[in-house]
């Protein structure tokens, strides 16, 4: 048994709680007493337009009401997130993360580095094996697939594939949503545009990946800021390069001012999961690893969906008959989708450690 020791466990209590699996509703209810004792719960780069988020930290908040939410750097991207942990691991203040968010790759690095901390939820079994850790360091939350933003006031012959962003029409027009040397998203994205090519994924689509954008930004194509849906009804990023959820939910908050289009590439169809992680130095683990028993319920799972989010437990609440049809009926097609490619841990990682160690020389863009 484990037992909690003021408002945190003990090392050696926390040790034993790291590797259950909560399977009860007592379990959960002390789980929950313990996280309101913390008082606090400390997420980083969680912008409140991804992935639904916004929705999902009031959902939170409002069935957890004793818990304060401290939300750090909604602009961060995922090796912000690591460094935040790296830098705080003496400190117990409101600057240190309990829980990241990161890109696929980020999970396995953090968990050798000796970053996060194993627990498993409740709902550990209906997530895929191959989107988590076997100890429970880390698993995947959510998937989506690359895609255009397209401001049609702007752009009057809406680009289909990545080849198409070289045109001298596009001038000035496409940005990142992120900076390819930490952003995960913007990784991804070089990545996919180094496949479209018909480099294989990994090393040496990153380094088509990488001349694709050099190319961009010489013809001056390529928008060095990072871009967001204000960006591209203002005129300043006409076509943004962006996860489909992202893009889908720009689309709604838009709302027709300026009319888009969301376009899945012909080709170089990158699928990218993010996972969730505790960190090993949790001011609040009892809170942050009650906010993955949320995120991995079928409440929380749900409420990413509505941010055009795949979930990853979505094959499992599909079969049971959990996903409200008219969801599904906001996606997009699932034809677009059909060539989407999948890299694995290797790929990514190839990919990830040549795009950031070579953007700056390559390409030379300060995105920011």
Request: proline letters at 7%; aromatic letters at 8%; charged letters at 20%.
């Amino acid at each position: 048994m484990f037992k909690f020791t003021g408002k945190v466990l003990s090392l050696s209590a926390a040790a034993l709680f790291a590797s259950t699996v909560i399977s009860s509703a007592a379990s959960l209810d002390d789980l929950a007493k313990a996280a309101k004792a913390e008082g606090q719960l400390t997420v980083i780069a969680l912008p409140h337009d991804w992935c639904g988020y916004g929705a999902v930290i009031d959902a939170f908040k409002a069935k957890y009401p004793g818990i304060t939410v401290n939300e750090l750097n909604p602009d961060a991207g995922s090796g912000d997130e690591v460094e935040a942990i790296k830098a705080n691991k003496d400190n117990k203040g409101p600057q240190a993360p309990d829980v990241i968010d990161v890109g696929l790759a980020f999970g396995p690095s953090a968990k050798k580095d000796g970053l996060i901390q194993p627990y498993k939820v409740s709902t550990w079994d209906s997530i895929p094996d191959s989107a988590k850790d076997a100890d429970g360091a880390w698993y995947g939350d959510y998937y989506g697939v690359l895609s255009l933003m397209v401001n049609k006031d702007l752009v009057k012959n809406v680009p289909t594939d990545w080849a198409d962003l070289l045109k001298p029409e596009f001038a000035n027009s496409v940005a990142l949503a992120g900076d390819p040397r930490a952003s995960n998203q913007a990784i991804q994205a070089v990545h996919a545009a180094g496949l479209s090519t018909g480099a294989a994924a990994g090393k040496a689509a990153g380094e088509a990946g990488l001349d694709f954008f050099k190319k961009l930004n010489a013809a001056g194509n390529f928008v060095p800021v990072i871009g967001k849906p204000a960006t591209l009804a203002q005129g300043q990023t006409p076509i943004l390069i962006n996860w489909d959820y992202n893009n889908l939910s720009g689309r709604d908050t838009l709302n027709g001012n300026p009319p888009t289009d969301i376009v899945i590439p012909k080709t170089g169809v990158v699928a990218g999961v993010y996972v969730q992680a505790i960190s090993a130095y949790a001011p609040h683990p009892n809170a942050a690893k009650l906010w993955m028993e949320y995120l991995y319920s079928d409440e929380g799972q749900i409420g990413w969906l509505k941010g055009y989010c795949h979930p990853i437990r979505f094959n499992d609440l599909a079969k049971n008959g959990k996903v409200p049809q008219e969801l599904l009926d906001k996606l997009p097609p699932a034809d677009a989708y059909a060539k989407a490619v999948f890299p694995s841990l290797d790929e990514q990682g190839a990919a990830k450690e040549e795009i950031t160690k070579g953007w700056d020389s390559v390409v030379g863009a300060n995105v920011k």
